[in-house]
């Protein structure tokens, strides 16, 4: 399965160094810690939890769940409020991600990884990893 880096036709892609899309699903790159096991994202050099810069980039997803949930009423103006917000868990670690529509799901609602447009400027649409409710998980 070959993994590539994800990058827009048009607009900005934010994230999408971490981002690959195989053609069927999207996941995100972690980063693993060799020395003491534990997963981050962003992905990173040197550990957090124990100093150690053996990490190995590691996929992650393209399933998880919700761990919570908001609407945001008032935002930036590059997006458009309301919007939803969610913490995801995917794969030991837990990650933020727009989520499409303008109810925010329950905690423990499966999720999917996809790629969708969450803003816009005067340079176009900005689109980034999003999280579709209803995932296999």
């Not at 880096?5 to 999408?16: F, I, L, N, Y």
């Not at 550990?47 to 908001?70: F, H, I, K, M, W």
Request: with cysteine; aromatic share 6%; charged share 15%.
């Amino acid at each position: 399965m070959s993994h590539q880096e994800v990058s827009p036709a048009t607009g900005r892609m934010v994230g999408g160094e971490w981002l690959a899309d195989n053609g069927s699903s999207v996941s995100i790159t972690t980063s693993k810690c060799r020395n003491c096991a534990r997963v981050w994202f962003p992905p990173r050099a040197v550990c957090a939890g124990c100093a150690s810069a053996d990490l190995d980039a590691v996929p992650a997803g393209p399933d998880g769940v919700v761990y919570a949930s908001t609407v945001v009423r008032i935002g930036p103006g590059q997006f458009a409020p309301p919007y939803v917000l969610a913490y995801l868990d995917i794969a030991g670690v837990r990650v933020l991600a727009h989520i499409p529509g303008q109810q925010g799901p329950q905690p423990g609602t499966p999720i999917r990884l996809g790629i969708g447009e969450i803003g816009a400027d005067n340079n176009g649409p900005i689109r980034s990893y999003v999280a579709i409710a209803g995932g296999a998980s």
